[in-house]
């Protein structure tokens, strides 16, 4: 006869004869024995281990503070024994472990993924696997005791199941929240095996008082699954200092010193050095902040809906002394609650209003497997005028859904050696590029599938663009490039007919690399 072990944590000298009423109503299989075991430690596992090793095919392990049990409960949990790879059994299953260490439930669209247990309910835990339990983490806490051993059975390549939820299978007293003391130990012990790899990439050229608060927002994270890429091109040695002194006591940063190649070579360098095992990436300007938050609450979404692109949230302008800055259009939210937005309609209001609202590199966290071979490079990779940013969001939304998160997770910096506002080159390829996604979204019938939509656009572009053109004619042409101004021109009489016609042509601009239209 198969034997099997119910085993019950409690304190000395302590009662549980309401658990072996319970226990009176549960149908046995004649083929097996079962033994009830009270143990008592200073703490949950090591009680646990004591009796982990003894021989019985099965073992379960049951709270004190449980009154009642479905009389079917354990011939169950033997049905679902039945697939081999299954190595426990509880009464309730979560199927998602959350960046701040508390499990919960989704329902994925892919039933597979919705039958991926990764912890269940510490009411009531079946196993017949042997595997010792973790010591010396969560004392007499019996939620994450559970849940390590539920990873740990997971780590061991097994897989769990649980009842079906519509039965009240056990009542019980509800634990008491866990300590952060107890949290905190589950993280360190878990995250790197549980959370996916995010790589912040920090490219930096020659301000080192501004980069150090940047790289600090970085390594205080509460996600601590990270690395951080620095590429480095200063010419001076100032910023090397300061990293060299972060290595010595974070050994997820990866420093790469160039000096003298170009900003784009810079960049790039950071995305060279991404290791193969990252799963997100999160560009950091030099001068920008991150909120400590902000990688967890972003890969909470990530995890919680596959079937996102990308990830994003409201940025706040700051000055040079980090104090707030009044919002502009580019900034301010565009839902009024943290959500997902499809990604066709992501992308409509986008260019519904020709402003990138998506944020710029600091903002937005990216699936990498997404990007292929290239993170920047354009939308559609032939584009002459390039805003880079923008231009890869689009492409990412090719691809899934967004999530826009209401509340600052980013501080976007305002100071005097990153303004525009003078820069009438940079206007004017600005105008160019959106001229450029239009044109390719419009006669690709891509975001901007009818005329209405079509025509909100080009009054957003129009009206952009009359500003830069105004602005340049009172500017001396040395001031910008006087071949790419006169193709903003003739942009210009390109948009404003199509915006004429009942039912607009496509687009017929030059503004590829490949002197093509699109």
């Not at 079962?34 to 596992?45: I, Q």
């Not at 929240?177 to 878990?190: C, H, P, Q, W």
């Not at 930096?204 to 008082?209: G, L």
């Not at 001396?476 to 390109?494: A, M, P």
């Amino acid at each position: 006869m198969e034997k099997i072990f119910i085993i019950v944590y409690k304190e000395e000298n302590e009662t549980i004869d309401h658990l072996y009423d319970a226990l009176q109503n549960v149908v046995i299989p004649e083929e097996y024995d079962v033994e009830l075991l009270e143990v008592s430690n200073k703490s949950v596992a090591a009680a646990y281990n004591e009796i982990v090793l003894m021989d019985s095919k099965y073992k379960i392990y049951i709270d004190k503070s449980v009154s009642f049990l479905q009389e079917n409960i354990i011939l169950e949990c033997l049905k679902l024994f039945e697939k081999e790879s299954v190595a426990a059994v509880g009464v309730k299953g979560d199927n998602l472990i959350l960046t701040d260490g508390t499990s919960t439930r989704v329902d994925f669209k892919d039933p597979e993924r919705n039958m991926d247990i990764v912890s269940v309910d510490y009411g009531f835990f079946m196993t017949r696997q042997n595997i010792l339990w973790k010591e010396g983490l969560f004392k007499k806490d019996l939620r994450y005791t559970i849940m390590s051993q539920c990873l740990e059975y997971r780590k061991g390549g097994f897989s769990l199941a649980a009842l079906d939820n519509a039965t009240e299978w056990i009542i019980k007293e509800e634990q008491k929240e866990s300590k952060r003391e107890i949290i905190d130990n589950f993280l360190r012990e878990y995250s790197n095996t549980i959370f996916p790899l995010v790589s912040i990439c920090i490219p930096t050229h020659e301000r080192p008082d501004f980069f150090k608060e940047a790289l600090d927002s970085a390594v205080s994270q509460t996600y601590s699954n990270i690395e951080i890429i620095i590429s480095d091109n200063s010419e001076d040695d100032r910023t090397e200092k300061i990293i060299r002194k972060y290595q010595e006591k974070y050994s997820n940063i990866k420093y790469l010193r160039n000096p003298g190649v170009s900003a784009g070579i810079n960049w790039n360098i950071c995305w060279d050095n991404i290791s193969k095992e990252s799963e997100y990436v999160n560009f950091l300007m030099d001068d920008d902040l991150f909120n400590k938050d902000k990688i967890a609450v972003m890969v909470n979404y990530f995890l919680a809906f596959p079937q996102l692109s990308l990830v994003t949230s409201y940025r706040q302008l700051i000055d040079k002394n980090k104090n707030p800055l009044p919002d502009r259009e580019c900034n301010k939210p565009v839902i009024n609650n943290s959500g997902i937005i499809d990604r066709k309609n992501a992308g409509k209001l986008f260019f519904a209003n020709c402003i990138n609202w998506i944020g710029e590199p600091t903002t937005v966290l990216v699936k990498r497997e997404l990007l292929g071979d290239r993170i920047w490079g354009g939308w559609y990779g032939k584009e002459k005028y390039l805003i880079d940013d923008y231009m890869l969001w689009l492409r990412l939304l090719e691809m899934g859904d967004m999530a826009y998160i209401t509340y600052p997770l980013s501080y976007y910096r305002q100071h005097e050696s990153n303004s525009s506002v003078n820069n009438y080159n940079m206007h004017i390829t600005g105008c160019l590029a959106m001229a450029s996604v239009i044109q390719y979204a419009w006669n690709n019938k891509i975001f901007i599938e009818d005329s209405i939509e079509l025509k909100r656009a080009l009054i957003a572009w129009l009206q952009m663009s009359m500003i830069i053109i105004n602005a340049c004619f009172l500017r001396d042409t040395k001031d910008f490039s006087k071949e790419d101004f006169n193709v903003l021109l003739e942009t210009f009489r390109e948009m404003s007919i199509r915006f004429t016609e009942e039912n607009p042509e496509k687009i017929q601009i030059d503004l590829t690399n490949e002197s093509s239209v699109n």
